[in-house]
């Protein structure tokens, strides 16, 4: 269980941050690692939108919890 949960009750931003965490998921992101996870993330999240899987208002929400 990540983030004290199942996988099916996953939230959309912790679910799109251990999707970018797929390469080594214990690891704690750093340097080139953390911009690769960044790139991932903020791709899934604007695949999913594309997709029609998520609102605008969703992956904005998604966009902001990256950056903070």
């Known amino acids: 269980h990540?983030?004290?949960t199942t996988p099916k009750e996953l939230?959309?931003?912790?679910?799109?941050f251990?999707?970018?965490?797929?390469a080594n998921p214990l690891a704690a992101p750093q340097g080139d690692e953390l911009?690769?996870?960044e790139a991932v993330y903020?791709?899934?999240?604007?695949?999913l939108f594309?997709?029609?899987l998520i609102t605008d208002a969703q992956r904005e929400a998604a966009r902001a919890a990256w950056s903070r």
């Open 11 to 16: 939230g959309l931003e912790a679910s799109l």
């Open 42 to 47: 903020l791709r899934v999240n604007g695949q």
């Open 35 to 37: 911009t690769r996870m």
């Open 18 to 22: 251990l999707a970018s965490k797929i």
């Open 50 to 52: 594309r997709s029609g």
């Open 2 to 4: 990540y983030f004290g």
